[in-house]
């Protein structure tokens, strides 16, 4: 077992040394990098469909897609409107690294994106794990999974900065309380920003683009005043 | 990464190694043992609450609930009726074992058990890998989650024997099709029998447990006339 933990913390450094030359990357083209994690069917793709069809006019939108198998999302995504879109099919890993996130974003002209949505494999384990030089993750959490989920799969909820809690038009078909999941979350992680959402009924997602545009604008002001002092 | 692929065979024929023993175990004592696996909040937790009340008092049950955080799965399942409930804590780590079940079960009495559930961690992904003795991985879905899932995690639904359809009350509120789901599913795994239940509502569970039944029963009977053999 120890040679297996050794193995996994080389693995796991391998990757924060590739994810940190994303985030150098990244930063020098100022883009908003968001890692998208759920659990599998939570709605990460219809989130992408409709934020593509809202603000693919007004920012430069380009998607990473992960798949374990098919492409299935890329293409879906690709049809929802302006933005450019590169599958990643994982053949049966359960989460993307940041050499795949390397690969996929090679021939992205950064120079030329606001917004880079890396779409995760579903999965609330093992993704939590991996930094792919994003500037947060966010936890996307159906109603229909039920209020408990920030308490049992804790590093997840710990690591995001925004949960989104989506299928808000089933609230009422199961017991799942709002307050509680609030509460949940918030105990694990104080500083988690919280939305909700209903991607089928397009509820809640006028606050979602709010917090995309507050976030692209923060960042560009950010990397300014960063280039400035370095120059 | 070849080495971190050697190791991966290592862990995986160690993990193979267990499973071979947890089953000659469960055989002699003729368990029926079901490895239930699904994304988070596809319901197996309630699925086994519905099964326990319903027939703790005809069969003898045991359940292994394996959880990433908390035992709150186990002590809803404890409350349940009548069944022996022992958890599995694994701290973070996104499956379950065969050395994890077979520190869980060191103190089962097998012999007085007729149908021993594995309740997994909730992962689509990386519990299709591990083999724990059972007899057959029974796959839940959620139509919550979407008609998709088994084209786009197929290890999953190859190597399950039994795919339940949970929350089919939920019906209409999306695109979830069943023709759709079946037609996925029988592609992934011609063999693969399909369930349809809402545990909230009740609906479908009697065919679940006339399921149980026949397979109790089978395993009876068939490790019978096995040792009728071996003798």
């Known amino acids: 077992m120890t040679e297996r933990l050794i193995l996994n913390e080389k693995v796991l450094s391998e990757n924060d040394r590739l994810a940190a030359l994303l985030r150098t990357r990244f930063a020098a083209d100022r883009v908003t990098v968001l890692n998208l994690v759920s659990s599998p069917g939570s709605g990460k793709t219809s989130l992408l469909e409709r934020t593509i069809a809202a603000l693919?006019?007004?920012?430069?939108?380009?998607?990473?897609?992960?798949?374990?198998?098919?492409?299935?999302?890329?293409?879906?995504?690709?049809?929802?409107?302006?933005?450019v879109v590169v599958p990643i099919v994982t053949n049966g890993?359960?989460?993307?690294?940041?050499?795949?996130?390397?690969?996929?974003?090679?021939?992205?002209?950064?120079?030329?994106?606001?917004?880079?949505?890396?779409?995760?494999?579903?999965?609330?384990?093992?993704?939590?794990?991996?930094?792919?030089?994003?500037?947060?993750?966010?936890?996307?959490?159906?109603?229909?999974?039920?209020?408990?989920?920030?308490?049992?799969?804790?590093?997840?909820?710990?690591?995001?900065g925004l949960m989104i809690v989506n299928k808000t038009d089933l609230l009422g078909w199961s017991d799942f309380e709002m307050?509680?999941?609030r509460e949940a979350a918030r105990s694990i992680n104080g500083d988690l920003t919280i939305l909700e959402i209903a991607c089928r009924t397009n509820s809640g997602l006028t606050a979602w683009y709010d917090w995309l545009r507050a976030?692209?604008?923060?960042?560009?002001?950010?990397?300014?005043?960063?280039?400035?002092?370095q120059v």
Chains 1, 2 share one sequence.
């Open 56 to 83: 693919g006019g007004e920012f430069r939108i380009a998607v990473v897609a992960g798949d374990v198998q098919t492409d299935n999302d890329a293409r879906r995504i690709a049809a929802a409107g302006n933005a």
């Open 179 to 181: 307050g509680r999941v």
């Open 215 to 229: 976030h692209v604008h923060s960042k560009r002001t950010y990397t300014d005043t960063n280039h400035g002092n």
């Open 93 to 160: 890993k359960c989460h993307l690294d940041a050499r795949m996130v390397t690969d996929a974003t090679v021939d992205l002209d950064l120079g030329a994106t606001d917004i880079l949505f890396i779409e995760n494999v579903g999965n609330l384990v093992c993704p939590s794990s991996y930094d792919l030089g994003e500037d947060m993750k966010v936890v996307l959490l159906s109603t229909t999974e039920g209020d408990d989920k920030p308490l049992k799969y804790p590093g997840m909820f710990r690591r995001a």
